[in-house]
């Protein structure tokens, strides 16, 4: 028997049982944005980069359903627009930290805990993609602060 084939499905019903869905989704990207607008750290760089946002907020719909639900109503390769970003290690975990306090907001806990299961690991290939293109290849458990121009561990506090 192969498996394989079946895991679209399985994957479907494990989050219609977890409660992603479209909504979900929505209520998500829409409340994790409207504090993003608002950070001190993160707003301006957002703002000075988007020129309209209701059409960034479809397309992160479009994108969290793609990672979420496998939809494939994402088209686009999001590296390309983040890599050159003036971002670095303190900026992810900001994003985390809002992102969240955003699913635990609006989803179920075990909904939440798929997120952010998934915005840790996009979050992680950013800023690895980031380090290496400012010319840093931080070593396992390092993380990538501009200000130092070199990897810092983590748990470091400078």
């Known amino acids: 028997m192969n498996t394989t084939s079946n895991i679209p499905e399985v994957h479907a019903q494990t989050m219609a049982r977890l409660?992603?869905?479209?909504?979900?989704?929505?209520?998500?990207?829409?409340?994790?944005?409207?504090?993003?607008?608002?950070?001190?750290?993160?707003?301006?760089?957002?703002?000075?980069?988007?020129?309209?946002?209701?059409?960034?907020?479809?397309?992160?719909?479009?994108?969290?359903?793609?990672?979420?639900?496998?939809?494939?109503?994402?088209?686009?390769?999001?590296?390309?627009?983040?890599?050159?970003?003036?971002v670095d290690a303190e900026h992810f975990d900001r994003w985390l930290a809002l992102f969240e306090a955003t699913a635990a907001e609006v989803c179920s806990p075990d909904a939440a805990a798929q997120f952010i299961e998934r915005a840790r690991r996009i979050a992680s290939s950013f800023e690895l993609a980031i380090a290496v293109q400012a010319g840093v290849l931080p070593r396992r458990g390092e993380r990538f602060h501009r200000r130092a121009a070199c990897p810092v561990q983590q748990g470091d506090p400078s």
């Open 19 to 86: 409660g992603v869905d479209g909504a979900s989704i929505h209520r998500l990207v829409h409340g994790f944005y409207a504090k993003v607008r608002q950070d001190a750290l993160l707003g301006p760089i957002f703002d000075s980069r988007i020129a309209d946002w209701d059409e960034h907020l479809e397309r992160m719909c479009r994108f969290w359903s793609s990672v979420m639900t496998m939809s494939g109503a994402y088209h686009g390769n999001p590296m390309a627009k983040h890599v050159r970003l003036p």
